[in-house]
T-cell receptor, first 113, second 110 residues
Framework: GAVVSQHPSWVICKSGTSVKIECRSLDFQATTMFWYRQFPKQSLMLMATSNEGSKATYEQGVEKDKFLINHASLTLSTLTVTSAHPEDSSFYIC?????????FGPGTRLTVL | AQRVTQPEKLLSVFKGAPVELKCNYSYSGSPELFWYVQYSRQRLQLLLRHISRESIKGFTADLNKGETSFHLKKPFAQEEDSAMYYCALRGSSGNTPLVFGKGTRLSVIA
């Protein structure tokens, strides 16, 4: 099957700083990737759809200026959490479709102090 | 609107007992339904999808359009089945996101 990777797997940052999370499709190309947020023991909440070469589509209630998404190539999408605050602490997961299956990255745990 | 409902947050069964994880959906057209599983400290992975009509790790799920359900079943639970199970829906083909239910944590007791 296809593999989606994320980097870093865990990041701790100070309040007010920005953090970039990378999502890569390792053995396939993905024109579209998805970013989810998962709170402890809760389901995945779709944040945005990342489109290669164009603007991301954000879900209602997700701040575009807070969560910057860039999909510069067919294998890489990045999520930048700008001016992070403790309430942004969460588990961020990306995914992409390949042959009718959505493959998920291992997730990135963000802790904002 | 698309919606997936998993009514049970937690389901505990004894090893060897049958398991049924419930999933109901709301969608006006013909959706694709999936079951994903997340084992402890692992990424979400596909368990099965309705169009394949396959059995994975002894699990099966049948799409019932009349009842708008896609319940996951296994006749004999094993300890290694303990995990978080998510039912998900894709409303149209192509690069559209999955809509997830809230998930059911299955705990198989030895």
């Amino acid at each position: 099957g296809a593999v989606v990777s994320q980097h870093p797997s865990w990041v701790i940052c100070k309040s007010g700083t920005s953090v970039k999370i990378e999502c890569r499709s390792l053995d396939f190309q993905a024109t579209t990737m998805f970013w989810y947020r998962q709170f402890p023991k809760q389901s995945l909440m779709l944040m945005a759809t990342s489109n290669e070469g164009s603007k991301a589509t954000y879900e209602q209630g997700v701040e575009k200026d807070k969560f910057l998404i860039n999909h510069a190539s067919l294998t890489l999408s990045t999520l930048t959490v700008t001016s992070a605050h403790p309430e942004d602490s969460s588990f961020y997961i990306c995914s992409a479709w390949y042959e009718n299956t959505q493959y998920f990255g291992p997730g990135t745990r963000l802790t904002v102090l | 609107a698309q919606r997936v409902t998993q009514p049970e947050k937690l389901l505990s069964v004894f090893k060897g007992a049958p398991v049924e994880l419930k999933c109901n959906y709301s969608y006006s057209g013909s959706p694709e339904l999936f079951w994903y599983v997340q084992y402890s400290r692992q990424r979400l992975q596909l368990l099965l999808r309705h169009i394949s009509r396959e059995s994975i790790k002894g699990f099966t799920a049948d799409l019932n359009k009349g009842e708008t359900s896609f319940h996951l079943k296994k006749p004999f639970a094993q300890e290694e089945d303990s995990a978080m199970y998510y039912c998900a829906l894709r409303g149209s083909s192509g690069n559209t996101p999955l809509v997830f239910g809230k998930g059911t944590r299955l705990s198989v007791i030895a």
